[in-house]
Structure formats: structure tokens, C-alpha cells
């Protein structure tokens, strides 16, 4: 089961059929019963883009560092060099020409030009968290690069965890360290350390230590630190995670899927805070003033009904955020690749209302066989799997068909709950029983025994259907709150519900509503309490839902002037962006997109010199061509 962990958290963005990113998989979520594990596509791949334009921005220069689409990954700076991660299309096992980090020399920055590549492990590859940073302790004076890394080949040794190098001379790196990471016995003998999706280092001049906070891929909700001052010989010195705050657990956003995405260590008055995305948890604010004993300080509740959309279940993603210079403001970015989702009501008894839920792609569209959306009544079928779970000695199947079937119960729709069988199994028992419609509920284990009561997931296929029913998943508190039994999350999955054949609430779905791309909030800094947000207007209107490309924001990075609230954001195929923020409202006020097209990925501003007056040179990291480099000018 480890290894099946390891399989989905690498990418950290799976969506399965047309559930929506809120239904994105959790890693650690899908179980070997429930089918083979969907396909990872870690940062969207839809075709085509807006067209060109520009306003208040000029293309200061770029350069070409891959002819592989997909093959850039994040851009880190430091002086007058940029670091750029060659990503998983580039791996040799791919394809491609070989993973690890460009450096760029942008010191004239109307000509960048790559001067070194350092690479990484033959099957790592570098994503997120590309970084330089500087640091003086009594075992290291200069710069250190820092990179993650992810499998390119999962069934083949690779080291995982993250990789330091020391860069004070770009044009001779030199490797400090590699595979750091949270190395506990339970890792596969073909694996180092976890995997890392994300990293963020610091040095604190006040104690010449530096560290390392990086996302553990293979618990999907751990924080883990790391002490760098000797960088030649990390040490982890700390371990947490949401699991340890009760006071971020509730509420959730859609779907209720919880892992670390990203982070930034700050130096906010005397203390050092990390500001942590959560994704459907929201944002985090972490005390790592002593690394090793980090301390929960708050986190946000994404605002309801969204403020944007205006649905009662707000999207949730927490992908990425960065305070303003002057520490009073968090920008946050949500990472959306599906501007639909499906949309799900308790019609009837005392729990009606909106309740999270997705849909399976590999049943007929819901859309199909109900044109205006599904509306009835439900019916309890137990596990809907061929075994016995109910222990009364006949297959729950069996059981279904003998006493449940829809000519039997006349209800619209039978209710299964998640575990033991293939999602098609029990897909395949509901339409054997006569009904055009199925939910599956999660499982005990799926909704972390409770600590995410709506959490759902619709899996893959593991068998042949009959391609009668739509289907759908729901969370396992709405699957108990449809037949009034008190949600329970111990014990057998198949019979603390109801019994077999029990008529419950009436129930809807639709799928295919639009709810536009991931876009940008606006937090108070020391409240969370979010002041605004913001949409590229074609995100939030579905004539471009599809054929433009992602429309989703990525990354965000604030105006390093003290005192200048400027936001910089890099979103995929809606180009680059410029915003301005404050105590009332943020507004876009730049942006660029190429001829052809951009897919941007990552952001840095700087200023070159400590000469430069005025708006920061700001590098932008193409996916799919290498370095931009720009400057505002409104």
C-alpha cells in the first residue's frame, strides 16, 4: 500500500473523470479494491491559449532551454543567475534529454544565456521549489541551490527527498548532498528517502543556522524540516502536519482533499513563520522560530458561498502563497484545471443542502442519461461487492438483486458505500438491479476515520460495466445523513448505515457545471480573513472552458519594495499577470501572453543591482520553452 501511496502523491494533482478539482485525489486515497490507479497529469496538458496581447509590460528577454513541451518546471534566482527544473518530460526514461536544474546568467537581462545544467539523480526529476539561498554558518559560507525530487520511473531505485548544491560559483556547482529526506524503515528498499513535492530553505543570521521545510509525498500531510547547516550532512530535526491541528480541520473545502502543497518562511517581526498551502485546508501559519519544535499559530477558512462563483461548497486548492513586503497582506493562488464540477443536493429530511460529491468517468455521463440533471429518491445496497460483508450469509449482491432491486423499492437511485470490491463491481450491481443512477460513499479509511466526513473519490475501472447507470461519489457523513443513521466511521463500512433495501432521502446531481478556473484571494495577514479576490475574467466564463488551455493561476510572488503592493502571477496559458492589492480590493493592472501563446510555471522578481531604482526585472519560467524575463511599467 505504501508503494501505491507513493504512485499518486508524486503528482499531487490527479482528477478523476469529471468529479472537478475538488474531487482531486488525495494521495494515499485510492486502495487496490477500487480498480487501477488513475493517470497522473501533475500540471494540466489541456491544448490551446488566449491570444496574444500585452498591456503595462515589457518582454525584457528570454531564452530557450527545452524543445520538450512540459520540459520547464520552477525558476529560482540569486545575483545575477537564474535556476530553472527540467521536468519529468524530460527524463530519459521519457524520452527526454535529462533532468536537473539550467543555470542561466541574466546579467544582461535583454540576453540571458545558459552558462551550467546541473543534473539530477538519472530517475529524479525537479518540480516545485527550485531556490537559492544564502547562508553563512561555521561549516558553509555562500550560496546553496536547492531542488526536489520526484521519481521519473516509480518501479525503478531513486533516491527521493531533495538535493543541495553549493552554487557560490554558478559556473562550478559542486554536490553537497542528495536523496535528503525523511528516510523512517517503512520506505521501499528501491527508495532513499520520501519523494518531495515542494521545498523552501532559510538562513537565520542570528543563530548561522539554515534549514529546509519540504512536503513528504509519501505522507501526504507532513511537514518536515530539515537542519542544513552542516550541508554536507542534513539532519531532520522536525515532523508535523495537519493531523496535529485541530484547529484546521473544519471547515474543509470541496471535496475535503488535504495534503501540503507549498510554503514560504518568513521573518515576520521577531518571529520566523511559514505560510503553508493546504490546499482544501487552506492556508496555514506555522512558528518555526525554533525549527525543531514547530508551533500551529492559525489557518484560513476559504469564505462561504464563494466569492466569486457564488457556490455554497467553495473550491478550495490551496496551492501556493506569499506575503506582501510589508507583512500585512498573504496572496494565495488556487490551482484549478477543471472549471466544472458535479453538483450535489440533499433534497429532503433533515440534512438538506449542498454536499460535496463527483462523478466517475467511465460511467455513462450523467448528462446522458439525464439531460436536466438527476433528481430522486435513494436506496441502501450495502457493499454491492460479490462477498458476504454483511456476514448474514448471502452475497450482498445477491442480496441486492433478491430485495432491493428498483422494480422491488421503486427509489431512483441505490447508495453503495466504498471498500472491499472494484468501484465497478458495485457500478455493475446497481445496474443489474435496475437503476439508471449509483452513488458510492467513501469509506471509513478513505474519510481518514472522520477527520474528513466529506471527503469522496471516484476511482477507476477495474472491471466491465453493463454502460446503463451514471454513477457518482459522495462523502461518507452525506451517504449516513441520506438514510438518518448518525455517521460512523469505525467498523465494518457495509453495515453501520442500514439494512439492505432501506428507502432514503431524495437526492440530485448534475454534472458539468461550470465553476470557473483557480484564481488568487487576498488574505489579512494577521487575521486570514480574506479581503478580495481575483479572476482573469476568462476564468470565470465557461465559453472558455475549453480549447484556451489551463486558465488556472499558479504560483504568486509579492513586489520585494518595502511598502509596494504589487503581486506577480504566473498562470499557465492566461500568461502573466500584475495586480495591485491593499486594504480593500486587489485589481489587475498588467499582463502579457506571447504570439503562440505561454505556459507559465514559476515566478521571481529582482532587482539585478543594488543600483536599480524602480519596478524588479521579474523571471517567469515557460514550461514548455525556458526563461522570460519582464518588467512592469504602469
Same mark, same amino acid.
Given at each position: ?15 478523476? &473523470? ?7 485525489? !488525495? ?14 497529469? +501533475? ?32 525558476? &529560482? ?20 534529454? &535529462? ?5 542561466? /546568467? ?14 539530477? /539523480? ?14 553563512? *554558518? ?12 520526484? !521519481? ?38 528501491? +527508495? ?43 539532519? +531532520? ?13 473544519? !471547515? ?24 503553508? #498551502? ?21 489557518? =484560513?477558512?476559504?469564505? *462561504? ?22 507583512? +500585512? ?24 443542502? $449542498? ?9 455513462? !455521463? ?8 438527476? #433528481? ?32 422491488? *423499492? ?59 447507470? =451514471? ?73 472558455? $472552458? ?20 504589487? $503581486? ?67
Amino acid at each position: 500500500m505504501r508503494r501505491i501511496l507513493v504512485l499518486l502523491a508524486a503528482a499531487f494533482g490527479l482528477t478523476v &473523470g469529471t468529479a472537478g478539482a475538488g474531487a482531486t485525489v !488525495p494521495p494515499g486515497a485510492w486502495d487496490p479494491a477500487d480498480g487501477p490507479a488513475p493517470a497522473a497529469e +501533475q500540471h494540466g496538458g489541456v491544448g490551446g491559449h488566449l491570444p496574444a496581447s500585452s498591456e503595462n509590460v515589457d518582454l525584457v528577454g528570454k531564452v530557450r532551454l527545452t524543445n520538450v513541451a512540459g520540459g520547464i518546471s520552477d525558476v &529560482g534566482v540569486w545575483g545575477k543567475y537564474a535556476y530553472l527544473g527540467a521536468f519529468n518530460p524530460e527524463c530519459v526514461s521519457n524520452g527526454g534529454a &535529462g533532468t536537473g536544474v539550467h543555470i542561466v /546568467d541574466i546579467s544582461d537581462p535583454a540576453h540571458p544565456t545558459k552558462v551550467g545544467f546541473v543534473p539530477s /539523480d538519472p530517475n529524479n526529476y525537479v518540480g516545485e521549489g527550485v531556490q537559492v539561498i544564502h547562508a553563512e *554558518t561555521a561549516f558553509f559560507q555562500g550560496e546553496i541551490l536547492i531542488h526536489n525530487n520526484e !521519481p521519473c520511473d516509480t518501479s525503478q531505485p531513486n533516491l527521493g527527498g531533495l538535493g543541495l548544491w553549493d552554487v557560490t560559483n554558478p559556473l562550478a556547482p559542486s554536490l553537497l548532498s542528495d536523496g535528503v529526506g525523511d528516510n523512517d524503515p517503512d520506505k521501499q528498499p528501491d +527508495q532513499t528517502a520520501s519523494h518531495t513535492h515542494s521545498t523552501f530553505g532559510w538562513w537565520v543570521p542570528e543563530t548561522g543556522r539554515a534549514y529546509v521545510m519540504g512536503t513528504d509525498n509519501d505522507e501526504f500531510t507532513d511537514v518536515d524540516i530539515f537542519d542544513i547547516t552542516n550541508p554536507a550532512a542534513p539532519v +531532520q530535526i522536525a515532523e508535523t502536519g495537519f493531523n496535529d491541528w485541530p484547529d484546521a480541520q473544519s !471547515p474543509l473545502a470541496n471535496g475535503d482533499t488535504v495534503f501540503l502543497h507549498d510554503m514560504q518562511v518568513k521573518k515576520v517581526g521577531a518571529r520566523w513563520l511559514g505560510v503553508l #498551502s493546504y490546499w482544501d485546508a487552506g492556508w496555514v501559519i506555522l512558528d518555526v522560530t525554533d525549527p525543531a519544535n514547530p508551533v500551529f499559530v492559525d489557518d =484560513s477558512n476559504y469564505p *462561504t458561498p464563494d466569492p466569486l462563483t457564488g457556490f455554497d461548497i467553495p473550491e478550495g486548492n490551496a496551492h501556493q502563497a506569499w506575503w506582501s513586503s510589508n507583512n +500585512q497582506f498573504i496572496i494565495g493562488t488556487d490551482e484549478d484545471f477543471s472549471p466544472t464540477r458535479t453538483s450535489c443536493d440533499i433534497e429532503t429530511g433533515p440534512n438538506a443542502g $449542498a454536499t460535496p460529491c463527483g462523478e466517475f468517468g467511465f460511467s455513462v !455521463p450523467i448528462g446522458t442519461n439525464f439531460p436536466g440533471g438527476f #433528481s430522486g429518491t435513494t436506496v441502501w445496497g450495502g457493499s454491492g461487492c460479490e462477498e458476504d460483508l454483511n456476514g448474514n450469509g448471502t452475497s450482498d449482491r445477491q442480496e441486492v438483486l433478491a430485495s432491493a432491486t428498483q422494480a422491488q *423499492t421503486g427509489a431512483d437511485a441505490i447508495v453503495f458505500t466504498r471498500g472491499t470490491c472494484f468501484f465497478s463491481i458495485k457500478i455493475e450491481t446497481g445496474e443489474l438491479a435496475g437503476y439508471d443512477m449509483v452513488f458510492i460513499g467513501q469509506s471509513h479509511a478513505g474519510s481518514r476515520d472522520g477527520l474528513l466526513p466529506d471527503g469522496f473519490l471516484c476511482g477507476g475501472q477495474g472491471s466491465p460495466v453493463l454502460g446503463i447507470a =451514471s454513477a457518482g461519489c459522495i462523502g461518507h457523513r452525506a451517504m449516513h445523513q441520506l438514510f438518518g443513521s448518525v455517521p460512523s466511521y469505525t467498523g465494518p463500512n457495509a453495515v453501520d448505515v442500514a439494512p439492505i433495501g432501506t428507502v432514503g432521502e431524495g437526492l440530485s446531481a448534475q454534472g458539468g457545471v461550470f465553476d470557473g478556473w483557480g484564481y488568487v484571494h487576498l488574505l489579512n495577514a494577521n487575521t486570514l480573513e480574506e479581503i478580495d479576490a481575483y479572476a482573469v475574467p476568462e476564468g470565470l466564463d465557461p465559453a472558455y $472552458a475549453t480549447g484556451f488551455g489551463n486558465l488556472t493561476i499558479h504560483e504568486v510572488q509579492t513586489d520585494p519594495r518595502k511598502n509596494v503592493n504589487f $503581486a506577480y502571477f504566473s498562470y499557465y496559458d492566461a500568461g502573466f499577470r500584475v495586480a495591485k492589492f491593499g486594504k480593500k480590493r486587489i485589481e489587475e493592472v498588467g499582463h502579457f501572453i506571447d504570439e503562440g501563446g505561454n505556459d507559465f510555471w514559476g515566478i521571481e522578481p529582482i532587482q539585478l543591482n543594488k543600483t536599480q531604482t524602480g519596478a524588479p526585472h521579474l523571471l517567469l519560467s515557460d514550461r514548455d520553452f525556458g526563461l522570460y524575463i519582464f518588467r512592469y511599467t504602469g
